[in-house]
């Protein structure tokens, strides 16, 4: 089915990083599980899987890194001139893991990942309630209130961009 900006589709997530990760040495600290995360995404890097998976993975990573609820990947859509986002919900209970995907504009004022593709460098914001360059109703209906995005960019190619987001 066609999905359009104002429907998505709640999945289980493929690309969380496992709470367990890095603790086959007794009690491991959040520094050794990123570690460990790290380890595990250079060697998808080496023998690479799908390039959706490994970015994923490499959104995961972030949001593990930063403490941050959700982690995000858009890419080009394969139909059209939209971007399809995937919004994966952190966290070790199942009820928390959850996919929301939902085709986006590229226009810059519609979204933050729109925007970020833009201006070509990554963005931070604080409060995404009082953002003026941008109203993204996806992230404010999924109750995101700061979050980071970060194009991917290859000789003016976009490969679509990675995002991290908190409800905080």
Not at 48 to 73: C, R
Not at 141 to 151: A, E, K, L, W, Y
């Amino acid at each position: 089915s066609t999905m359009d900006d104002n429907t998505s589709v709640r999945s289980p997530a493929v690309a969380e990083i496992p709470a367990d990760v890095g603790s086959t040495r007794g009690d491991s600290g959040p520094s050794d599980r990123r570690q460990a995360a790290i380890v595990t995404l250079g060697r998808r890097a080496i023998a690479p899987p799908d390039i959706s998976l490994l970015m994923q993975d490499a959104a995961a990573l972030l949001a593990e890194s930063l403490d941050a609820q959700f982690s995000g990947v858009a890419q080009p859509s394969q139909d059209d001139q939209s971007l399809v986002m995937r919004l994966f919900a952190t966290g070790s209970s199942a009820q928390s893991e959850q996919t929301i995907t939902q085709k986006l504009s590229p226009e810059k004022h519609l979204s933050m990942v729109g925007f970020a593709l833009s201006v070509a460098h990554p963005i931070a914001v604080d409060d995404l309630a009082a953002e003026s360059h941008f109203n993204d109703a996806l992230l404010k209906r999924t109750g995101v209130r700061s979050g980071i995005v970060c194009p991917l960019l290859v000789a003016d190619e976009s490969f679509g961009a990675l995002g991290v987001f908190s409800t905080e």
